[in-house]
């Protein structure tokens, strides 16, 4: 099974950037549909940016779009999220996940359950 690790979370100001990566091990993610999730304290988990398996497609909750980018790079075994002018309201433990079922189409309404394979998170913070 695949393995997932996030890292490059860390503590930015306001309209301020980071860029999060997964890198994979265990097996490629070539041919898994790829997303990125976070949660805030006290809430629920919510879908933040999915990349389809070709990478053709990309797909953004409302509350990133224009912020966010979600790419992968297959060679690297690694998805990133790229984000910028962030705000307060991004403080979240951010999670990478993956969709074992290769090849299948990303269907929308994303959600967890689309996803088999997960990160255990890293934390970013975004002060005001």
């Known amino acids: 099974q695949v393995q997932l690790v996030e890292s490059g979370g860390g503590l930015v100001q306001a309209g301020g950037s980071l860029r999060l990566s997964c890198a994979a091990s265990g097996r490629t993610f070539s041919g898994y549909g790829m997303g990125w999730f976070r949660q805030a304290s006290g809430k629920e988990r919510e879908f933040v940016a999915a990349?389809?398996?070709?990478?053709?497609?990309?797909y953004y909750a409302d509350s990133v779009k224009g912020r966010f980018t979600i790419s992968r790079d297959d060679v690297k075994n690694t998805v990133y999220l790229q984000m910028n002018s962030l705000k307060p309201e991004d403080t979240a433990v951010y999670y990478c996940a993956a969709d074992n079922r290769r090849f299948r189409p990303t269907v929308v309404p994303i959600t967890g359950t689309d996803f088999d394979s997960w990160g255990q998170g890293t934390q970013v913070t975004v002060s005001s």
């Open positions: 990349i389809s398996w070709s990478g053709r497609s990309t």
